[in-house]
């Protein structure tokens, strides 16, 4: 079984700041199946960032994904009011697994 | 548009089945891809149930899998969740996905007496 682990648990920036949001697993992943997801409250996840790189459709380029191996990192360039928001990186295959989520909110 | 949309009961007594379905429109189960359940206590994070592959292989969860089954009915393009001998431990909004995209909205399921 694939552990992940985030970190920060809780990050508190302000608008226009970057952010650096970091997934660890437990054992090395293939690249093609990590990713990341934003949940709002009272919302389903939403998948921003596939195959540890890739935007989901929509996603504005703001929201940039890297990392391979064991060492994932969500990089938002500047932060916007909507990005407020509970982050949690994925592996996903035949089983799959999540982090424990990373909180981003407003300082 | 692949669209997923989970419905069953809301309400399930303690030690009984639990017992959703997933209903797929705009892509045929049969022609990829693998499907599966994911779960979010209130105020917890997420928890992958398990998942079946187009051709029906499962896999499950460890800390779930002896009570777990996940089917598929090909012919009305749905897939299935039983949870069986649920406790109050397994309140918390389904979630049935396509991975990694789409998801479906979710459904809150209670166990209570």
């Known amino acids: 079984e694939i552990v992940l682990t985030q970190s920060p648990g809780t990050l508190s920036l302000s608008p226009g700041e970057r952010a650096t949001l970091s997934c660890r697993a437990s054992q090395s992943v293939s690249s093609s199946y990590l990713a990341w997801y934003q949940q709002k409250p009272g919302q389903a996840p939403r998948l921003l960032i596939y195959g540890a790189s890739s935007r989901a459709t929509g996603i504005p380029d703001r929201f940039s994904g890297s990392g391979s191996g064991t060492d994932l990192t969500l990089t938002i360039s500047r932060l916007e009011p909507e990005d407020f928001a509970v982050y949690y990186c994925?592996?996903?295959?035949?089983?799959?697994?999540f982090g424990q989520g990373t909180k981003l909110e407003i300082k | 548009q692949v669209q997923l949309q989970e419905s069953g009961p809301g309400l399930v007594k303690p030690s009984e089945t639990l017992s959703l379905i997933c209903t797929v429109s705009?892509?045929?189960?049969?022609?990829?891809?693998?499907w599966g359940w994911i779960r979010q206590p209130p105020g917890k994070g997420l928890e992958w149930i398990g998942s079946?592959?187009?051709?029906?292989?499962?896999y499950y969860n460890p800390s779930l899998k002896s009570r777990v089954t996940i089917s598929v009915d090909t012919s009305k393009n749905q897939f299935s969740l039983k949870l069986a001998s649920v406790t109050a431990a397994d309140t918390a909004v389904y979630y049935c996905?396509?991975?990694?995209?789409?998801w479906g909205q979710g459904t809150l399921v209670t166990v209570s007496s």
């Open positions: 996905a396509r991975y990694p995209t789409p």
């Open positions: 705009g892509y045929f189960i049969s022609s990829g891809y693998y």
């Open positions: 994925q592996q996903y295959g035949s089983s799959l697994s």
């Open positions: 079946i592959y187009h051709s029906g292989s499962t």
